[in-house]
């Protein structure tokens, strides 16, 4: 007696046919489709896209004090980056001061210490800011790492209206997946309104917020969770901004969003056209957007972490490889690749350098940038395009039938539904059902760590030594007032950008802003995952 | 003075430091459980005196740790200071993340029983974690 075939599936679990005919594919494919940068946006958010202009090539980077990540950064850009993308040390984006004895061994870690504005002009000294991109990881402490972001503007004397970039400012996913929190998620999503008011405003080439399922996939979602919860995040922020009186129209044309780009190719590149369609009905259906560009996703895409191995680790050179290539399929506006060393480290200079490589080999020579989106039509990817937004607004629908996704986040749910997949994944590594090249097939002890990343760990005492003299030498006075300010802003339920600011001219620090925001606030503990 | 053995290990996880990662460390939650253990998973941002408390109303046989931002030598130090001075010397400790390979050895010397660096299979570390629970005590 032989074994029934085992069902053929997606990464995601949908199931799959040997073949995709024409009859595969629903009625109606060219209303679903559009044309590239017309509604529904299937095809892409822009008419010409990489024909006029290449995706981004943004690898997140940062680590030490602010002269090593002004180091790191020249040699980027020297490589041929074509913009930037901060990644901040833990205490900087849970609001300490480098000189808490708490965080000590946590400054310059993870990404750079930022203390004061001057920390961050230190960052960008010799890179003029306005002809700069700039994306910032940065979400608890996002009002503050954007105030001192444009006080350091303002002294380089680049106008508000020349600086670009992405502010990430998503809390909601931060409660979902990734976990630097400080405030309830009523004080917290507050925050991120004052930020996407005053951007939206006075921004115009800057997105104040980037709605991300980036973080519920690295840890453990499958692509359809990850659409889905995206979505559902773009309604719950959509409906905050509303309910501050906020226009629909104002804000929306300034939200981007940011999306994981894992090894299923042809479901990760579906993936994405399913998101913008939905976006689009979202927009237009739901909150009655007016202005085509209210509709129009577009995204940054970040290779998975998760997916690299630390066995073998130059396959993840493979990896990050085919991860590219899905973003560009799918129609990124940005893309960040992995450095194959990273389950092990932050980076090599070398490593850095490799992944940067792979996305221009990708843009220059392999020659799938020549036309725009050209997986449309395929039988397969447009049959798989549909059902995964199909299993995607079952999803929506359900987080809409439990109240919402702030409220579902304050039972903890979907968190259990991340770590409910996770836990899944790893079962099917174990089972075999799912292959690991170099973990559970084709292993060959050949697991030897290349050369890692030397830790400087004398960052944290240069940077700790910095803080204490500008401390030493400041307008203590000026800085109690405008903390005092802020504090009243705060109360008042003012926007408290331009406060925020104001701290940040006088030397007030990131730890001294976020303590009056604790003090009003709290901190918020999420609950128990079972 | 080691302890009896245990037939049902009762173990405490924590995420020491401001590291928000927790996929691996419920992953390792939900093995444990599946096992048999007692698996009491008390969140973020965990001091070493706070781990060394619920260790002690938890009458815990294994305390386990998640690192993956890098602090893995600092904080494995303070919480086996921390442990020392509360009297729980008995109670082994294992440390799981993002660990280079030559920061293990460095672990180890620091008095952490066992260490679980990215990529180790999942059922090694719950069958490690089961047999430090039945060995007990510190003394290897």
Same mark, same amino acid.
């Given at each position: 007696?032989?074994?029934?075939?085992?069902?053929?599936?997606?990464?995601?679990?949908?199931?799959? @046919?040997?073949?995709?005919?024409?009859?595969?594919?629903?009625?109606?494919?060219?209303?679903?489709?559009?044309?590239?940068?017309?509604?529904?946006?299937?095809?892409?958010?822009?008419?010409?896209?990489?024909? $006029?202009?290449?995706?981004?090539?943004?690898?997140?980077?940062?680590?030490?004090?602010?002269?090593?990540?002004?180091?790191?950064?020249?040699?980027?850009?020297?490589?041929?980056?074509?913009?930037?993308?901060?990644?901040?040390?833990?205490?900087?984006?849970?609001?300490?001061? =480098?000189?808490?004895?708490?965080?000590?061994?946590?400054?310059?870690?993870?990404?750079?210490? *930022?203390?004061?504005?001057?920390?961050?002009?230190?960052?960008?000294?010799?890179?003029?800011?306005? @002809?700069?991109?700039?994306?910032?990881?940065?979400?608890?402490?996002?009002? *503050?790492?954007?105030?001192?972001?444009?006080?350091?503007?303002?002294?380089?004397?680049?106008?508000?209206?020349?600086?670009?970039?992405?502010?990430?400012?998503?809390?909601?996913?931060?409660?979902?997946?990734?976990?630097?929190?400080?405030?309830?998620?009523?004080?917290?999503?507050?925050?991120?309104?004052?930020?996407?008011?005053?951007?939206?405003?006075?921004?115009?080439?800057?997105?104040?917020?980037?709605?991300?399922?980036?973080?519920?996939?690295?840890?453990? #979602?499958?692509?359809?969770?990850?659409?889905?919860?995206?979505?559902?995040?773009?309604?719950?922020?959509?409906?905050?901004?509303?309910?501050?009186?906020?226009?629909?129209?104002?804000?929306?044309?300034?939200? &981007?969003?940011?999306? &994981?780009?894992?090894?299923?190719?042809?479901?990760?590149?579906?993936?994405?056209?399913?998101?913008?369609?939905?976006?689009?009905?979202?927009?237009? $259906?739901?909150?009655?957007?007016?202005?085509?560009?209210?509709?129009?996703?577009?995204?940054?895409?970040?290779?998975?972490?998760?997916?690299?191995?630390?066995?073998?680790?130059?396959?993840?050179?493979?990896?990050?490889?085919?991860? #590219?290539?899905?973003?560009?399929?799918?129609?990124?506006? &940005?893309?960040?690749?992995?450095?194959?060393?990273?389950?092990?480290?932050?980076?090599? $200079?070398?490593?850095?350098?490799?992944?940067?490589?792979?996305?221009?080999?990708?843009?220059?020579? &392999?020659?799938?940038?020549?036309?725009?989106?050209?997986?449309?039509?395929?039988?397969?990817?447009?049959?798989?395009?549909?059902?995964?937004?199909?299993?995607?607004?079952?999803?929506?629908?359900?987080?809409?039938?439990?109240?919402?996704?702030?409220?579902?986040?304050?039972?903890?749910?979907? @968190?259990?539904?991340?770590?409910?997949?996770?836990?899944?994944?790893?079962?099917?590594?174990?089972?075999?059902?799912?292959?690991?090249?170099?973990?559970?097939?084709?292993?060959?002890?050949?697991?030897?760590?290349?050369?890692?990343?030397?830790?400087?760990?004398?960052?944290?005492?240069? @940077?700790?030594?910095?803080?204490?003299?500008?401390?030493?030498?400041?307008?203590?006075?000026?800085?109690?007032?405008?903390?005092?300010?802020?504090?009243?802003?705060?109360?008042?339920?003012?926007?408290?950008?331009?406060?925020?600011?104001?701290?940040?001219?006088?030397?007030?620090?990131?730890? $001294?802003?976020?303590?009056?925001?604790? =003090?009003?606030?709290?901190?918020?503990?999420?609950?128990?995952?079972? | 003075?080691?302890?009896?053995? !245990? !037939?049902?290990?009762?173990?405490?996880?924590?995420?020491?430091?401001?590291?928000?990662?927790?996929?691996?460390?419920?992953?390792?939650?939900?093995?444990?459980?599946?096992?048999?253990?007692?698996?009491?998973?008390?969140?973020?941002?965990?001091?070493?005196?706070?781990?060394?408390?619920?260790?002690?109303?938890?009458?815990?046989?294994?305390?386990?740790?998640?690192?993956?931002?890098?602090?893995?030598?600092?904080?494995?130090?303070?919480?086996?200071?921390?442990?020392?001075?509360?009297?729980?010397?008995? !109670?082994?400790?294992?440390?799981?993340?993002?660990?280079?390979?030559?920061? !293990?050895?460095?672990?180890?010397?620091?008095?952490?029983?066992?260490?679980?660096?990215?990529?180790?299979?999942?059922?090694?570390?719950?069958?490690?974690?089961?047999?430090?629970?039945?060995?007990?005590?510190?003394?290897?």
């Amino acid at each position: 007696m032989s074994e029934a075939p085992r069902e053929v599936v997606t990464d995601s679990g949908i199931p799959l @046919q040997p073949v995709y005919v024409a009859d595969s594919v629903a009625d109606g494919l060219e209303e679903r489709l559009g044309l590239p940068g017309k509604p529904p946006f299937t095809r892409g958010p822009y008419p010409t896209m990489y024909r $006029e202009r290449l995706w981004t090539m943004r690898q997140y980077a940062g680590y030490g004090s602010a002269e090593d990540t002004n180091a790191r950064y020249r040699f980027l850009l020297a490589q041929g980056q074509t913009a930037l993308s901060v990644a901040f040390d833990l205490p900087t984006q849970l609001g300490y001061d =480098s000189t808490d004895p708490e965080v000590a061994s946590e400054v310059g870690r993870v990404g750079v210490a *930022i203390d004061t504005v001057e920390d961050m002009e230190t960052v960008f000294d010799g890179l003029p800011i306005d @002809q700069l991109s700039v994306n910032f990881t940065i979400n608890a402490t996002a009002p *503050i790492i954007l105030a001192f972001y444009l006080v350091a503007a303002e002294r380089q004397g680049v106008a508000r209206k020349d600086v670009a970039g992405t502010l990430q400012n998503d809390i909601l996913k931060e409660f979902l997946a990734r976990k630097t929190f400080i405030f309830p998620p009523e004080e917290s999503i507050r925050l991120v309104a004052d930020v996407v008011e005053y951007a939206s405003a006075e921004l115009p080439r800057f997105n104040g917020i980037s709605i991300t399922g980036y973080h519920a996939r690295e840890a453990g #979602c499958d692509a359809v969770q990850e659409v889905g919860l995206t979505m559902a995040s773009a309604i719950a922020y959509s409906q905050a901004f509303l309910a501050r009186g906020l226009d629909f129209d104002f804000f929306a044309p300034r939200l &981007s969003f940011h999306f &994981s780009s894992q090894l299923d190719l042809f479901e990760e590149a579906a993936k994405v056209r399913a998101a913008r369609r939905m976006w689009h009905r979202l927009a237009t $259906e739901r909150f009655g957007a007016k202005k085509e560009n209210s509709a129009r996703l577009r995204f940054f895409s970040g290779c998975s972490g998760a997916t690299l191995t630390a066995q073998q680790p130059l396959n993840n050179v493979v990896r990050s490889t085919l991860q #590219c290539l899905a973003a560009v399929l799918g129609g990124a506006q &940005s893309i960040h690749v992995m450095g194959y060393d990273e389950a092990l480290e932050i980076p090599t $200079e070398e490593s850095v350098r490799l992944a940067l490589r792979t996305q221009q080999i990708i843009a220059h020579e &392999s020659g799938v940038a020549k036309v725009i989106d050209p997986l449309a039509g395929s039988y397969y990817v447009e049959s798989l395009t549909d059902e995964i937004e199909r299993r995607a607004w079952a999803l929506v629908e359900k987080v809409d039938a439990g109240g919402g996704l702030v409220e579902l986040l304050a039972q903890g749910v979907p @968190q259990r539904w991340v770590a409910e997949s996770a836990y899944a994944y790893e079962r099917q590594i174990l089972s075999g059902e799912r292959v690991k090249v170099g973990v559970n097939k084709y292993t060959d002890g050949s697991d030897v760590a290349p050369p890692l990343f030397e830790i400087d760990e004398t960052a944290g005492d240069r @940077q700790r030594e910095k803080l204490r003299a500008r401390i030493a030498a400041r307008d203590a006075q000026a800085v109690g007032e405008s903390l005092a300010d802020l504090g009243r802003a705060l109360d008042e339920g003012a926007n408290t950008m331009p406060y925020i600011m104001q701290c940040g001219r006088v030397g007030a620090t990131l730890g $001294e802003i976020a303590d009056t925001m604790r =003090s009003r606030f709290g901190r918020y503990r999420e609950p128990q995952p079972w | 003075m080691s302890r009896p053995a !245990v !037939v049902r290990p009762r173990i405490v996880l924590a995420k020491p430091g401001l590291d928000g990662h927790d996929r691996g460390i419920k992953v390792v939650g939900m093995a444990l459980r599946d096992a048999g253990a007692e698996v009491v998973y008390l969140g973020l941002q965990q001091t070493a005196p706070q781990i060394v408390g619920a260790a002690l109303a938890e009458d815990a046989d294994v305390i386990g740790l998640s690192v993956l931002s890098g602090v893995h030598l600092a904080v494995a130090a303070q919480l086996l200071t921390a442990c020392r001075e509360a009297g729980l010397d008995d !109670v082994p400790v294992v440390v799981g993340g993002t660990i280079p390979p030559t920061d !293990v050895d460095r672990l180890k010397a620091l008095g952490v029983r066992d260490v679980f660096p990215v990529g180790t299979p999942l059922p090694d570390v719950v069958e490690r974690i089961f047999d430090i629970a039945r060995q007990g005590g510190r003394s290897s």
